[in-house]
């Protein structure tokens, strides 16, 4: 058995199971999963038993490949992660995502942007600013850079996005930096073929469409069948898009639509999309937020030597918090309704029913595929710029003031002097003891962090891969052929 090395007199760490080992058993045969590592492998009978008992682990069979599989470890699991989380904070990536007006020529009323949408677009002097700002980014050393349009409807602005790609192109490359990938969030309904060769002819790659109906109903429901059963213009569209460009379509699942979800996957399937969608569960920070109460005693000893504060669920809770009025016609953040959104494990349930047909495989699979952060927003990278040139850290700030971090506008002084960007750089989702003792942990990474952040949230925004890992390993090891 290799051991670690050690320095001085330090205690040598102890040989200890992983707390994120996961086993399926096939006949005789054994698939341990370690969501640490995200290693999927097949294990002798003896070896998958010791691993599940308590006997003393360095008396199991093959050590040392256990340990580098992850299924065993020396040092604190925990500290491993924290490093990989810390190292992903890197200041080579530049996530620029730029809603270019937050105009929307649909109401969904389940939207986040409803209560400050304006009809502005971006003006050139905010898009100079913005060409601007992306060069002194690349100069500061970001050099791989993503775009994505966003918005409101980002195609209601599109001479902005047919201009602004190749410019921002431009300023990348002049800069010594690749502009690796450009994709667009849309509702599709202007995604016509033209638009999506125009798209592709300034270098947009893929597009999201995001579907949440059965009908579709002019303006209201984005839905897959037009009034006579005939394709949507959404779906047509998004057929057409997807000669041009990569379509993935996002089904958004809520409580009132939850009823047509296998109908809708249906219709995709009869028209070959069946590789493209995928299920996203509409969420209500703020129903679904709670209070907050630092701690900074024990059991704190559990992240002490991180020098993290531990954040606990209490058990009173309070609505979560609204944004408050910052002007009087826009900038209050309604909540989507409690009646709108479904209950996590209905949802995770209704997803593992998809995941468990083979057109999803790969979806499967990158559940289990161990995360760094949840999302660019707190690796730093993500740097979201609206119509007014406010930059803020995450999608559901584009347009609201009170999160920004700065304006492109103010050049080099960009900064706010005091913006939440102290609050996006002091997040960690291990300071939260229910994802510090979570299980799932590597696969999850805390979560959207955007309640946490902004609204002091302290329930966690637990993804569906908590519900489901047993069955996904379980779908692993049914999926592989055994030898
Ligand atoms: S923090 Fe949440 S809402 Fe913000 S960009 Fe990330 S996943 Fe989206
Ligand atoms: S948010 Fe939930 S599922 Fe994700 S790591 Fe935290 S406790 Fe686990």
């Excluded at 190749?166 to 016509?192: K, M, Y």
């Excluded at 109906?213 to 998004?238: F, H, M, W």
Aim: charged fraction near 25%; hydrophobic fraction near 35%.
């Amino acid at each position: 058995m290799r051991l670690p090395s050690v320095d001085g007199d330090a205690t040598p760490p102890t040989l200890t199971r992983s707390r994120y080992n996961y086993f399926a058993r096939r006949g005789d045969r054994w698939i341990g999963y370690n969501a640490r590592v995200g290693t999927i492998a097949l294990l002798a009978k003896d070896v998958a038993e010791a691993l599940q008992g308590d006997g003393p682990p360095s008396e199991i069979r093959g050590v040392d490949e256990l340990v580098d599989l992850g299924f065993l470890h020396f040092s604190d699991e925990l500290d491993q992660i924290f490093a990989t989380y810390d190292a992903a904070r890197n200041t080579s990536a530049l996530h620029l995502t730029i809603a270019p007006t937050l105009e929307c020529n649909f109401a969904c009323p389940y939207c986040f942007q409803n209560s400050y949408r304006n009809n502005r677009s971006m003006s050139p002097e905010v898009q100079r600013a913005t060409l601007a700002f992306v060069g002194a980014r690349i100069a500061e050393g970001r050099r791989d850079v993503v775009l994505d349009w966003y918005g409101g409807e980002p195609l209601l602005a599109k001479d902005i996005v047919l201009a602004m790609t190749p410019d921002i192109r431009r300023e990348v490359e002049g800069a010594g930096g690749t502009l690796e990938q450009v994709r667009i969030v849309t509702n599709g309904s202007l995604l016509d073929a033209s638009t999506s060769k125009e798209l592709r002819d300034v270098g947009v790659s893929c597009a999201q469409v995001s579907l949440d109906a059965l009908q579709y109903v002019e303006g209201e429901k984005r839905g897959a069948l037009g009034t006579n059963g005939d394709l949507s213009p959404i779906l047509a569209n998004a057929i057409e898009a997807a000669k041009f460009l990569d379509v993935t379509l996002r089904i958004n699942v809520s409580a009132e639509n939850k009823n047509d979800i296998p109908s809708i996957i249906a219709v995709l399937r009869t028209h070959g999309l069946a590789r493209r969608y995928y299920l996203a569960r509409v969420d209500d920070f703020a129903n679904e937020s709670s209070s907050v109460r630092r701690q900074t005693g024990s059991p704190a000893a559990v992240r002490s030597r991180l020098h993290l504060p531990i954040v606990q669920v209490t058990s009173g809770t309070r609505p979560g918090t609204q944004y408050e009025d910052q002007s009087a016609s826009s900038n209050k953040r309604q909540s989507v309704g409690p009646r709108r959104t479904i209950a996590r494990g209905m949802y995770a349930k209704m997803e593992q029913d998809i995941l468990a047909q083979p057109e999803t495989f790969q979806q499967l699979l990158n559940k289990l595929t161990p995360k760094k952060h949840f999302c660019s927003a707190t690796s730093g990278a993500m740097f979201v710029i609206d119509a007014d040139g406010d930059i803020s850290r995450c999608w559901e700030s584009a347009g609201v003031k009170s999160d920004a971090i700065g304006n492109v506008l103010a050049g080099d002084q960009w900064r706010k002097e005091k913006s939440v960007d102290a609050k996006w750089a002091a997040y960690h989702p291990l300071a939260y003891s229910a994802c510090a003792s979570c299980r799932v942990l590597p696969l999850c990474m805390g979560g959207c962090s955007y309640p946490r952040v902004i609204m002091d949230a302290t329930n966690p925004e637990c993804t569906s891969i908590k519900r489901q890992i047993e069955f996904c390993v379980d779908q692993v090891a049914k999926r592989l052929n055994l030898p």
